[in-house]
T-cell receptor, first 114, second 115 residues
């Protein structure tokens, strides 16, 4: 079963507008949520995270919102820039007996058009 | 420069020919992990290691082996590669298991094709 879901494989927005990437999860034990960005021919890089005890975390143009009751988080990019075009992975962490690991979504490809 | 280095970056091989993908990190990280990325499936964990001599299976460990004899190195071994192991592989590390919040540092990836 897929515990972290990114239901939109792709998203296209205009430069300067807001990009909203969504992620749903099923496991209420997850305690941290993260977003990674991946450019072609490169490894993913960490972008922003949020603890399950918070509902918002902001870093410059990037804001992550967490709605625990809906088991939903979203990444907002404002304003979007062409350099933001990449695949974005949502990830969730749950502690399991001291061994912690991340569960990744399938990714959403964002294209920001000039 | 802090980095995770994988080799080779690209490899084409044939079914059954043993191969090793090396991974090395220079950040003194305790935690290391291997992922594979396939179209429509995202990133799936193969194996991970909490520290030297401590390894465990991830979600898709079949057909793979790992070892962690030194803190900096975490090689991925395919004893008898098959075409379904054609994929893009990423090694990742973090200071502690899962990182401070799960923040992983990834290598640039190794694209493996098994004919």
């Amino acid at each position: 079963d897929q515990q972290v879901k990114q239901n939109s494989p792709s998203l296209s927005v205009q430069e300067g507008r807001i990009s909203i990437l969504n992620c749903d999860y099923t496991n209420s034990m997850f305690d941290y949520f993260l977003w990674y960005k991946k450019y072609p021919a490169e490894g993913p890089t960490f972008l922003i995270s949020i603890s399950s005890i918070k509902d918002k975390n902001e870093d410059g143009r990037f804001t992550v919102f967490l709605n625990k009751s809906a088991k939903h988080l979203s990444l907002h990019i404002v304003p979007s820039q062409p350099g933001d075009s990449a695949v974005y992975f949502c990830a969730a962490r749950h502690p399991q007996g001291g061994s912690e690991k991340l569960v990744f979504g399938k990714g959403t490809k964002l294209t920001v058009n000039p | 420069e802090a980095q995770v280095t994988q080799n080779p970056r690209y490899l084409i091989t044939v079914t059954g020919k043993k191969l090793t993908v090396t991974c090395s990190q220079n950040m003194n990280h305790e935690y290391m992990s291997w992922y594979r990325q396939d179209p429509g499936l995202g990133l799936r964990q193969i194996y991970y290691s909490m520290n030297v001599e401590v390894t465990d299976k991830g979600d898709v460990p079949e057909g793979y082996k790992v070892s962690r004899k030194e803190k900096r190195n975490f090689p991925l071994i395919l004893e008898s590669p098959s075409p379904n192991q054609t994929s893009l592989y990423f090694c990742a590390s973090s200071l502690y298991a899962g990182g401070s919040a799960g923040e992983l540092f990834f290598g640039e990836g190794s694209r493996l094709t098994v004919l």
